[in-house]
Structures are given as structure tokens and as C-alpha cells.
């Protein structure tokens, strides 16, 4: 075990850190599930070969003052505890690497870490009372690991959140962990621990596999009902009631907590929002970081930090207008439209010619830049003219500065 | 010799074989996604890891003899023993090999390679720590491998054998001199009589 935790830390590490976003815990949490099904993989190993050792040892034929479960909890107590430090190892990896703030790990995520590894554990167990150990062990072994990681890559999309391999692509911060896909994970694991743990204290009777098959085929039933209506992902918007908004000059600001430096880009925001409605640009009264902003408002971005460039380009992501839906299916003349008028608002918006070729490219900018030059009017008939095409299939883009002049 | 191929569960051991090759051709190529030590994930194969059966039928067979009775028997067992995993790594080969001109699938040499070399691993270890700790260990190579045998752009890293893919002469040299090793080990060297009973 303390190998395994060595093997997290060193191995996995970059795993763990490298998809987190920074200051925000529930993506702490899912990250640190990223090397779960090897951990659950050496626990069902353990748990075949501490069965295996009791099978040999002939401790169930012997007379005993303990129950069979009491004896079978006391031997896989290091196996599980073992798993469960080894995850808080990968809790505290992935919380360093995303610097949150001194807090405790969602204890629903480290549940189901849990329940997960108690499963696998009793699993193997259950294998290993039964076969030699040279069999029970590589077939535990194998069976766990391609349970813990095989569903993630299945085409049958629910399957995963049974053995809640999902919960690694958590999160951005305006989403939250889904606990239907939480509680399915619970009902399957909790089928699978209830089975072993009848079986064990009956002692394999007929009568304790037969209701063993139905507690398992009960919880697996459960978990499946509540996966089912599941996509990929284990995640849902976060509520709104959670965002900091303030109003500054004509325009408010929401942000999640996790926002480092909120002051600054409030007061970034206040000011691109007043460049961009002074070149013509209508801003709605609301900037949002809500997954899905309420009418007269427009999303501002899903980061925890940025610089005065990112939340510019943010901003002003928000405010492109939204792609109409026919152009996925059909031809969509306006889609050359919107990388010039993205240029022409970053400069609007007080980027320099290098920040926004950074975003589009030095053609782009110099056709914005051109289009600068024109007189207010003009500007604003420029873009309105192609925002305008920008929302429909048919209408089509007239980007020449000099177009509209005749 | 009869009761000495059947304390080694000669049919069962075929029959896994069999079973493990059809397995693989079935669904060898489907992907374990995994987290691994580099940036650049690579792609672990049910067909990488399901070979290491025939090795845990092979230690199981070998393994519940009585270790203190063989080791003063008249035939020479360790050399028995020996041949009787060449045996087997030429049937994983030859089965491989058939499977492969029959279903053309590059899988199929990945796991007629792979399980000749997991029979070598088994056999060191066996040699080293007995043979119930030594199925054990024999799994969890290509499962530690599966998580630290990347290169960053994705590729296995040359001494990962087992991740190699079916085209590679190294891979094949690798399981080969794996296998041998194996053999030599289990030729002279004796695990401690406590891992034998």
C-alpha cells in the first residue's frame, strides 16, 4: 500500500494536476478519481489473496467464537483503509496543484470512492475464498481493472457513471457534480458490497447466494434506472444562487466566488463594456458567468483567473452573436463574418493590434484595423450590417470597409 | 508422466489458451482508457492484458504440488517443469500464429507475443517468490506497465514489451528473452521451501 500511494503521487501526478481548474473544489475532487481503478484494481488483488489465505488456513471449518463477516472485516481493514488513504493522497495532489482554498473534500465524491474500493475489495474476496490463489488473484486483478476503467470508453454512454468513472472530466466552475449519476454509483457498489457481505456471513448456503444474486441484481437495477437518462458527463449547471453580482456604472457583474482578484475583473469588465456601447456595440445590462444566462444577459466566459485579455475576450465572446441552428445542416455564408467583426470588437474594446491578432490573425486585423479607421457611423453600419447576415443562413457578409458607401 | 500432466491441469491449461486467444480476436482491440505518467495517453488493449491467464493456469498447475515432496523426486522436475512451459509458450505461439492467418488481425500476435512473455514472467517469479504470489505479480505488470509505459506523444516506450504493438521485432525479441529468463531461473534457482507448500 504505501507503494501504491508512492505509485499515485509520482506516477499519476500529472494526471491528477493537469485538468484541474484552479481554485475550484469539486474539480479537485473529480481529478483526484483519475487513478481510482488502478487503486481499486490492487484492492480487489489484495482482497482475493487475503481470502485465499483464510480458504488455506481452513479458518471457516474451525469453530469460532467470531462471526465469519467479523473475521473477514478484520482481515481486509488494512486492504480498504490502505485504498481509502491512497485516495486522500490524490485529494491532496490535485488540491495543491489547483491551490484551493482550506476546505473539506465533497464527502459524496469520497463516498463513492469508497463504496468503490469496498466493493472491489469484497469482490475479490469472495473469488479468493474460492480458487487457488495463482487463479483467484490474476482474475480479480483483471476483472477489477477492466470493470474500474473499461466503461468509460464504451459507446453505451450510462454505463460509466455505475462505476462513476465520469466524475473525472469534472468540472468548469459553473457546473456541479450530478448526484443522479452520484446515487447511481451508490446503488450499484451498495448491490455489490450487500451481495458479498450475505454471502460471507452465511457462508456460501444456497439460501445466502440465492438472496446475494438478488440484492446484486436489485442494486444493479437501481443503479441502471437512475444512469439511464444520463449523457457522458456527471455534471449539471450550477445554481445561480451562488453567483456575486454587482452593479457598476450601467452594468452588473456576476461572478462565482472562486473568481481570484473579483475587483479587477469587475472593474475590466465595467470598462470594455463602456468602450464597446460607446462604439455602438449594444451590451445587455448583465454579465453572467451562469451556465445558462437569463434574457438581457450575456455570459462572461468559465475561467477562476484571468488577465484584462482573457476577460476581454470573454466578454466579447458572450456578445458574438449565437450561430443560428440551420447552418449546422446547411450552407452558412456569414461564418467567414465573424472572426473580422470579433477583430473589429477587440479593438473596439481597447486591445492592442498584437492581442488581437493573438485571438484572429494579422489579416483579420488589419481589415478591423481599416474599418477603425472609418467615421462612428460607418463603424456602427459596418457591424450591424454583418451581425445581421451573422444570425441568418442566407444573408451574406459584406465586410469591405468601403462596401455600403455607395 | 499421465498423473503428472494431469497435477498440472494440461487440458484446462489448452483450454485456457484456446479460450484466450478467441477472447482476444472477439474483443482484444477494445481500449482500457487509463491515466497514465505522460501528458500523451496511450492505448491499452484488453488483448494486452488478458494473455496473463494461460500463465496463472500454468502456476496454478505447477503450484499445488507438494514442493518438498517433488524436490526429492527421481525425475528431474525443474527441468520437467521448464519444458513443460516451452511446451506451452510454443501452443500460445502456434495458436496465435494459426489465428492470425486465419482472422489476419494484428491483435492475434500481440497476444500470442504478450503470452509468451507473461509465461516467462510467471516463471521468474515463481522461481523468485513461489508460485500463488507469483500469478499475482505476473498481472500487475502489464497493469503497471499500462499506467508508466507511455511516451509523451502517445507511442509505449521501448522496454514496455507488452504494449509494443504486433508488428515490432522488439517486442518479439523481448517476450523471447523474457521467456528465457524464465526458464533459466526456474532451472537454478529454488524458492525459499516456506513459498513451496
Known amino acids: 500500500m504505501p507503494l501504491l500511494i508512492v505509485f499515485v503521487v509520482v506516477a499519476v501526478n500529472q494526471d491528477l494536476t493537469e485538468w484541474t481548474t484552479p481554485h475550484y473544489w469539486p474539480s479537485v475532487m473529480g481529478s483526484s478519481m483519475s487513478p481510482l481503478p488502478f487503486i481499486a484494481t490492487i484492492c480487489a488483488g489484495l482482497g482475493a489473496w487475503e481470502g485465499a489465505r483464510l480458504t488455506r488456513g481452513a479458518v471457516f471449518q474451525q469453530p469460532s467464537v467470531r462471526g465469519p463477516l467479523h473475521i473477514t472485516g478484520a482481515v481486509l481493514v488494512p486492504v480498504i483503509s490502505g485504498g481509502l488513504l491512497t485516495c486522500l493522497a490524490g485529494v491532496a495532489v490535485s488540491a495543491t496543484a489547483a491551490g484551493v482554498s482550506w476546505g473539506f473534500p465533497d464527502w459524496r465524491i469520497l463516498t463513492v470512492e469508497f463504496l468503490l474500493i469496498l466493493a472491489s475489495t469484497l469482490a475479490g474476496y469472495c473469488v479468493g475464498r474460492q480458487f487457488n490463489p495463482a487463479i483467484s488473484v490474476p482474475v480479480s486483478l483483471i476483472g477489477a481493472f477492466v470493470a474500474n476503467s473499461y466503461p468509460r470508453s464504451w459507446e453505451t454512454l450510462w454505463v460509466r457513471h455505475l462505476v462513476g468513472s465520469a466524475f473525472v472530466d469534472c468540472c468548469t466552475p459553473s457546473e456541479i457534480f450530478n448526484v443522479r449519476a452520484i446515487w447511481s454509483a451508490v446503488a450499484f457498489t451498495a448491490g455489490i458490497i450487500l451481495a458479498c457481505a450475505v454471502i460471507i456471513d452465511r457462508r456460501a448456503t444456497r439460501a445466502a447466494i440465492a438472496a446475494g444474486l438478488a440484492l446484486l441484481v436489485l442494486g444493479t437495477a437501481a443503479g441502471v434506472s437512475l444512469a439511464r437518462p444520463l449523457s457522458s458527463s456527471a455534471v449539471t449547471a450550477r445554481p445561480d444562487n451562488q453567483l456575486r453580482c454587482t452593479q457598476k456604472q450601467d452594468v452588473t457583474v456576476c461572478l462565482w466566488p472562486e473568481v481570484v482578484h473579483p475587483g479587477a475583473v469587475r472593474a475590466q469588465a465595467a470598462s470594455i463594456v463602456k468602450s464597446l456601447r460607446s462604439a455602438g456595440v449594444p451590451v445587455p445590462p448583465e454579465l453572467t458567468m451562469s451556465a445558462r444566462p437569463a434574457h438581457g444577459a450575456t455570459r462572461l466566459g468559465n475561467f477562476t483567473e484571468a488577465n484584462a485579455d482573457q476577460v476581454r475576450s470573454a466578454v466579447i465572446s458572450g456578445l458574438m452573436p449565437a450561430t443560428p441552428r440551420c447552418a449546422l445542416h446547411g450552407p452558412y455564408p456569414a461564418q467567414v463574418a465573424a472572426a473580422p467583426v470579433a477583430a473589429w470588437m477587440f479593438l473596439s474594446a481597447g486591445a492592442t493590434q498584437a492581442q488581437t491578432a493573438a485571438h484572429t490573425d494579422n489579416n483579420t486585423t488589419a481589415l478591423a484595423q481599416k474599418v477603425r479607421t472609418l467615421s462612428p457611423a460607418r463603424q456602427k453600419a459596418w457591424y450591424d450590417r454583418n451581425t445581421a447576415a451573422m444570425r441568418t443562413c442566407t444573408g451574406k457578409p459584406q465586410l469591405s470597409p468601403e462596401a455600403g458607401t455607395a | ?197
Open chain 2, 1 to 197: 508422466m499421465i498423473w503428472w500432466l494431469k497435477i498440472r491441469a494440461a487440458w484446462v491449461l489448452v483450454g485456457t489458451v484456446l479460450a484466450t486467444v478467441g477472447l482476444g480476436l472477439l474483443m482484444g482491440t477494445a481500449k482500457l482508457p487509463l491515466p497514465v505518467l505522460t501528458g500523451g495517453s496511450g492505448s491499452f488493449l484488453i488483448g494486452q492484458l488478458i494473455p496473463v491467464l494461460p500463465a496463472a493456469i500454468f502456476l496454478y498447475g505447477t503450484g499445488r504440488t507438494d514442493g518438498r515432496l517433488e524436490s526429492i523426486a527421481a525425475h528431474p522436475m525443474r527441468a520437467l517443469d521448464a519444458g513443460w512451459a516451452l511446451c506451452i509458450a510454443i501452443f500460445i505461439a502456434g495458436t496465435a500464429g494459426c489465428a492470425y492467418l486465419l482472422a489476419r488481425q494484428e491483435i492475434a500476435i500481440v497476444i500470442g507475443r504478450d503470452g509468451l512473455g507473461y509465461i516467462g514472467m510467471a516463471l521468474f517469479f515463481a522461481a523468485l517468490f513461489g508460485p500463488r504470489a507469483a500469478a499475482g505479480l505476473t498481472t500487475l505488470v502489464p497493469i503497471v506497465l499500462a499506467a508508466i509505459g507511455w511516451q509523451a506523444d502517445g507511442r509505449p516506450h521501448p522496454w514496455a514489451w507488452p504494449l509494443l504493438p504486433g508488428t515490432s521485432v522488439l517486442g518479439l525479441l523481448a517476450a523471447m528473452s523474457v521467456l528465457t529468463l524464465g526458464m533459466c531461473f526456474t532451472l537454478v534457482w529454488r524458492a525459499p521451501i516456506q513459498f513451496r507448500r
